[in-house]
């Protein structure tokens, strides 16, 4: 039986600091940052900011998250639908985006993100 449950905060916390961490150490962010980045985004509900690090690919100006363990992860809900504003950590810089998540049929979560775009006409 899978647990289905969101992961608890404590070990999220620690992780995605250690994470964030790996991505700018000297030694290792050079190798790090070409595969993970740090997404900022507003929350829906709350209206509160976030900063969550994880993978993604870049081709040109899309860019594509694939959500690992979707069933124990609340944050990628901000860009379903017609998806939401988000930062990325590229290129030295933050750069904006448009993101918007997709589940396929399996389950599996796609966000693709398409950097420079205006905000959605709603404000998000």
């Given amino acids: ?21 790996l991505r700018s ?12 980045t740090v997404v900022t985004y507003t929350g829906r509900r709350s209206g509160r900011g976030f900063s969550t690090p994880v993978a993604y690919e870049r081709a040109a100006d899309v860019v594509t998250i694939r959500v690992a363990m ?3 992860k609340l944050w990628w809900r901000n860009f379903t ?5 988000m930062t990325l950590d590229l290129d030295g ?7 918007v998540a997709r589940i396929d049929g399996k ?10 775009e205006p905000p959605a006409p709603n404000g998000r």
Avoid: D, Q
């Fill in 70 to 72: 979707p069933e124990r």
């Fill in 93 to 99: 810089g933050e750069r904006a985006g448009h993101g």
């Fill in 81 to 85: 639908g017609e998806g939401g504003p």
């Fill in 107 to 116: 389950g599996r979560v796609t966000i693709t993100v398409r950097l420079g």
């Fill in 1 to 21: 039986m899978r647990y289905k449950r969101p992961l608890p905060k404590r070990v999220t916390g620690r992780f995605n600091a250690w994470m964030v961490g």
């Fill in 25 to 36: 150490s000297p030694r290792w962010g050079r190798w790090v940052r070409g595969r993970l």
